[in-house]
T-cell receptor
Framework: QKEVEQNSGPLSVPEGAIASLNCTYSDRVSQSFFWYRQYSGKSPELIMSIYSNGDKEDGRFTAQLNKASQYVSLLIRDSQPSDSATYLCAVTPGGSGNTGKLIFGQGTTLQVKP | ETGVTQTPRHLVMGMTNKKSLKCEQHLGHNAMYWYKQSAKKPLELMFVYNFKEQTENNSVPSRFSPECPNSSHLFLHLHTLQPEDSALYLC??????????????FGEGSWLTVV
């Protein structure tokens, strides 16, 4: 069973702090990794995508990928109350060809307190 | 405005009803998807269509019947559903394979309640 695992939280951080969200995956040949943000009652929206080992930065967000450890993380710097949401980790399983399907984790709920 | 539009946004149906969910994407994408999101569970892929052809059926019960008349439209026909089918149904689209760097974009979802 190919799985993507996340701590469901909630993860609570004070405003201005760094929030660190973690995700592990079981399919060693996964190639594409995504972080989606989902506000309560809304659909997921893409925050970051990462395909190679290392760090990728976009504004206050940094995605980190370590394929050897099968680990992907999302760092949110200077956390704001508006960042409070559920963050979904998603992985393209190996051999998915052209379907583009994603396997999702159950999400980590982040609470940023003023 | 996400470029992927779903209707209706909310639907309440009885177990003997027949209803349909509609999805339309305005992004020029070639692939469309149905996902199901239930409380406390990860997003589950249901169906994948590439260039109108179904390429994935993730062991979905036959009471869910997808239809893709063209690359821009996707339907999910619902018949004799069970209360446990109550969930958020999300339509999504992508240009092609995510391995090639293409991203999946979601619609706002259709909240389904089966009574």
């Amino acid at each position: 069973q190919k799985e993507v695992e996340q701590n469901s939280g909630p993860l609570s951080v004070p405003e201005g702090a760094i929030a660190s969200l973690n995700c592990t995956y079981s399919d060693r040949v996964s190639q594409s990794f995504f972080w989606y943000r989902q506000y309560s009652g809304k659909s997921p929206e893409l925050i970051m995508s990462i395909y190679s080992n290392g760090d990728k930065e976009d504004g206050r967000f940094t995605a980190q990928l370590n394929k050897a450890s099968q680990y992907v993380s999302l760092l949110i710097r200077d956390s704001q109350p508006s960042d409070s949401a559920t963050y979904l980790c998603a992985v393209t399983p190996g051999g998915s060809g052209n379907t583009g399907k994603l396997i999702f984790g159950q999400g980590t709920t982040l609470q940023v307190k003023p | 405005e996400t470029g992927v539009t779903q209707t209706p946004r909310h639907l309440v149906m009885g177990m003997t009803n027949k209803k349909s969910l509609k999805c339309e994407q305005h992004l020029g994408h070639n692939a469309m998807y149905w996902y199901k999101q239930s409380a406390k569970k990860p997003l589950e892929l249901m169906f994948v269509y590439n260039f109108k052809e179904q390429t994935e059926n993730n062991s979905v019960p036959s009471r869910f019947s997808p239809e893709c008349p063209n690359s821009s439209h996707l339907f999910l026909h619902l018949h004799t559903l069970q209360p446990e089918d109550s969930a958020l149904y999300l339509c999504a689209s992508s240009q092609g394979s995510t391995v090639s760097g293409n991203t999946i974009y979601f619609g706002e979802g259709s909240w389904l309640t089966v009574v």
